[in-house]
């Protein structure tokens, strides 16, 4: 009687080194992303960069999130965390207006499953005097907030979401930060 | 007791194909995989279906046409010894299913490891070019080397793993494509639209085509086809070479991801210099690797049909024409409209002739060589019908000449247009 023959051994542990690589590629490396902190200390009052030229500055008790942060000369992206709030901004050239901007805010918002956008658009301007429009939408046990801006050829998305709880309680700071939006001069 | 020359084996590029059945532990192990792939690429495929369906419609139609002319061309790289129909799917639906599945959660891995261990701006300006093709290329990789445990006997020669790589390559590229398309539709947030998918086709499709995956993949096949077929040289050699191939894969990938040369500006002239500076040197080198790769496959098998001194089966004048794409596609033109596919039948069947001789000179053929032999006279005789008596290029004429000007005046036009009209002139 023949067993396993020496060849089909080989093929078969061949086999399983390609599928443990790709778990490894699959598995290993985002468990081993998710085991490292993400979060860096930031300073709140102080202009962070985001890209663009577009700076903001972060509220008290932010915690900059490496992950979602990218800046760039001509677009970028930040990702704060207040606790168990994302509070992100991101940044990139835009020719429509702030109207069409809220809306394809919007629609990517109450794409997601069980995501309603709530309430009335209302307008908002930073200090810098940047004009925009905010509103708000919920799902299940979460809230959430967004503001459009739109100046010199550039999007300024915000997005803030997280548990109704903590959402209320971190909200003030997270709008005062919003209003110190600025962007460069186009000059 | 096989019979091996050295002429034909030991010093080649090329060993004869033997047909044998596939390896069966890895085939279920693979088989398994794809299944695990398909099922990861089905829940992104219908989240976006669920949500833009017409544009989801749209894009698969576009980039599977797409595809068409990059398979037809790809496998007709390797005409006198054609790879299986079988093999060659499971390397495109590798790469469709299997190395996305896994390169999509690896490189955000890779690539916020980058921003933790460095800084979110490292991870911005070179994120893309670093993590996207470490983790893509050791994907792919692994589907040639999915294939050789499969069906290790098909791989039999350098051009063998470029035809591999290239189909693994292929099958990534349609799959990202179509997903990059569908992001965009997301991004513009104006519901179910098209314009994002046309967008994406022009530019990841048409401009940046030619030098993506399918050209990494067969960069990456030529080295693993090395490894595998040049057992005359030395262990360090070979894993040199292999190393060498995939390692030229990476960097190609980077130096197409890298933000290098971005600072020459968003002008159409801009993105046409960026454009033949990172894909150009990639595309010259790989067009030389499957140049040698084929000729030397080519002087092997066409070296066989030389030796039966036959003209009923191969004149002397059809020997060079076969051993060249470039001048077996003449002779089929030359044929005019009516001969066109009767010469390719010749071509092919002198093609499987060739491939069962070298079988039948390591005593693993079937004892077809007859039957070719006899399918190779049948198509002669098809062809002295129409008034023809070989398969030959004629010489290039002016027409010939002009056209190739025009053609090439045209696609640089097409290319001008879509870049102006992606924002660029």
Redesign the interface.
Known sequence: MSGVTRRQLTNLLGALAVAGVLAGLTFGLPAIDDALPAGRPVRADEPYPIGAGVTVEPPHGAVLDVTGTRPGNNQGSVLFRLGLVRYSIVVRPFDGTVAAAAIGLQQRITQTAGYQVTGAQLTITTHSGIAGLQGAYAAPGRGGRYAVFVSDGYLIEVTVSGADLDLGRTLPAIEASTRTLTAADPA | MTERSEGHEGMSDVRPARPAPP????LW??LG?LAAGAVRMGFVGARFAG?YPIATLTAVLLFALLAVPFWVFVSELDFLEREPMPLLVVAFAWGGL?AT???I??S???E??I???G???L???W?AALAAPT?EE??KT?GI??IV?IARDQVNSVLDGVVYGAMVGLGFQIVEDIVFALGAV??????DHVQPVIATFLLRGFLSGVWSHTLFGAFAGAGVGYLLVRTDRPHRARAGMAVLGIGGAWASHVLWNSPLFDGLGNGGLALLLVLLIKGLPPLVGIVWLVRRAHDREAAYYVGHLARLNDPELITARELPVLASGSRRAAARWNAGARGYLTVRRLQRAQARLAVEMSRASCAVSDGSVGLRAQDVREQRTALAALGLREATAAPRSWRQTASTVATTVVAVAVLWVALASLGGA
């Open positions: 390896r069966r532990p890895a192990i693979v995989l949500s299997v599945a896994a390169s959660p690896g955000a891995a890779l916020d490891l921003a933790k261990l800084s979110p701006h991870a911005a300006d994120g983790v050791i994907a692994l080397v999915a445990l997301a991004l513009a947030g104006q519901g």
